[in-house]
């Protein structure tokens, strides 16, 4: 059962515009709800995290919003960047009562036009 | 600090043979959890070891196993290879419960 579910699958947008990526969970035991980047042939880096008791986080050109009501979080990157062209996933975990295990959405392919 | 380490970095084997690949987490990370990445499945959780212990496991046959030494080092093992077995072999560790950083992954081929 996919617990963590992602959207849009693909994403082209063009250089210094707005780049949305959004998911939705089931599980309203989840806590932790973080942002990985992966670019090819590297593992997934750790770009944001947000937990449930905020609405909004903000780091730098990259923005999480939280919506709990509706269970679901989304990453806004501002003034998209060539550099920015990545796979962006989105995950979720429960805290100490599952250790750290992650469970990720399917993954948003990111390509900024210069 | 230096970063979560994999080795080896990429990997052939035949099916029916098994595999060791190995995790060195960052410096005071006693958490180490290994994921399955593949295009089809996506990024999928295998199991997790904190202070030598599994602490949880994913959804995996028992040919998947793995464990953590006393220096917080970690190594799975793959036994009986199928060519479905074929990913990368992504490993994370933390020093919290929830912040995970990954190492760059094993790539494991299976012919």
């Known amino acids: 059962q996919q617990q963590v579910k992602q959207s849009p699958q693909s994403l082209i947008v063009q250089k210094g515009g707005i780049s949305i990526i959004n998911c939705a969970y089931e599980?309203?035991?989840?806590?932790?709800f973080p942002w990985y980047q992966q670019f090819p042939g590297k593992g997934p880096a750790l770009l944001i995290a947000?937990?449930?008791?905020?609405s909004e986080k903000k780091e730098g050109r990259f923005t999480i919003s939280f919506n709990k009501s509706a269970k679901q979080f989304s990453l806004h990157i501002m003034d998209s960047q060539p550099g920015d062209s990545a796979t962006y996933f989105c995950a979720a975990s429960k805290g100490q009562t599952s250790g750290s295990r992650l469970t990720f959405g399917e993954g948003t392919q990111l390509t900024v036009n210069p | 600090k230096a970063g979560v380490t994999q080795t080896p970095r990429y990997l052939i084997k035949t099916r029916g043979q098994q595999v060791t690949l190995s995790c060195s987490p960052i410096?005071?990370?006693?958490?180490v959890s290994w994921y399955q990445q593949t295009p089809g499945q996506g990024l999928q959780f295998l199991f997790e070891y904190f202070s030598e212990t599994q602490r949880n496991k994913g959804n995996f046959p028992g040919r998947f196993s793995g464990r953590q030494f006393s220096n917080s080092r970690s190594e799975m093992n793959v036994s009986t290879l199928e060519l479905g077995d074929s990913a990368l072999y992504l490993c994370a560790s933390s020093q919290s419960y929830h912040e995970q950083y990954f190492g760059p992954g094993t790539r494991l081929t299976v012919t």
């Open positions: 599980n309203t035991a989840f806590d932790y």
């Open positions: 947000i937990r449930p008791d905020v």
């Open positions: 410096s005071g990370h006693r958490s």
